[in-house]
């Protein structure tokens, strides 16, 4: 992997990272944790709950890119993952309803991110993306690492999901691969996410938001990586001319 190829995939961190740091920064205000949290035990039906998630984690999918942590801190903010239990909480029958909601709602969407994939190519992943350097950039990547890279670009939770699903399927990455790949390596992710929001949601407790520094850390991190690569890459231009 060159320097090049580096920075493209700390582009598409940067943006899931600031996603998550934004949401971190709105839920450090407690009057706001607490008016969700009130909006959502106010439904009459728990059912309706579940099928709240279900819907908002289609659209992250195959409509809107929010990346999945931002879901799940929300079930943890509000309450729904009971995160005072530490890890014991994957004993807690309300947890793998909602891991279950999750990745069938996931499926759901990637396979129709897919279907559209395969049937508009490259228009459906402009569309996505808004440009053709990102529908050559990803395809160049699965061309290069083969279907394998498409499965850990699943597993880890950066990647934009509803563009990589539309290019996987443009590229025509087998179906049954496509959809057994996503199971076991989005349910790995989501289980693992869990676990860390858990731990880092019981930092918190003290009244320090540890979760907001993590992610800002991170933003300046991918930023000094950037400009180090970038620096790097003009150097061995200059040297070459």
């Known amino acids: ?62 409509i809107i890119p929010i990346p999945a942590y931002i879901v799940l801190n929300a079930a943890v903010n509000i309450g729904i ?17 909602l891991i279950v909601v999750i990745i069938s709602a996931y499926m759901a969407g990637a396979s129709v991110a897919y279907l559209a994939g395969a049937k508009f190519g490259k228009k459906a992943v402009m569309w996505c ?14 061309k290069r690492g083969g279907r394998w890279a498409y499965a850990a670009t699943v597993l880890l939770p ?11 399927g443009s590229v025509r990455i087998h179906f049954g691969f496509f959809f057994v790949s996503n199971i076991i390596c989005r349910t790995i992710g989501t289980i693992c996410m869990i676990g860390v929001l858990v731990i880092f949601n019981n930092f918190n407790q003290g009244g320090f938001p540890w979760t907001l520094v993590l ?4 933003l300046i991190g991918l930023i000094v990586a950037y400009q180090v690569l970038k620096r790097l890459i003009k150097k061995e231009k200059e040297q070459l001319s």
């Open 158 to 168: 950066v990647f934009p999901d509803d563009l990589l699903c539309l290019v996987a």
């Open 215 to 218: 992610w800002v850390t991170v």
């Open 129 to 142: 993306a808004g440009n053709e350097e990102e529908y050559y950039k990803w395809k160049d990547v699965f």
């Open 81 to 97: 993952i009971n995160s005072s239990l530490g890890l014991q909480v994957f004993a807690t029958k309300d947890l793998w309803i």
């Open 1 to 62: 992997m060159n320097k090049e190829q580096v920075i493209k995939i700390i582009d598409v961190m940067f943006v899931a990272v600031c996603f998550m740091t934004a949401f971190e920064i709105i839920f450090a205000f407690p009057k706001v944790g607490e008016s969700i949290q009130n909006w959502i035990y106010s439904m009459d039906n728990k059912w309706m709950i579940w099928a709240a998630f279900w819907l908002i984690m289609f659209i992250q999918v195959c």
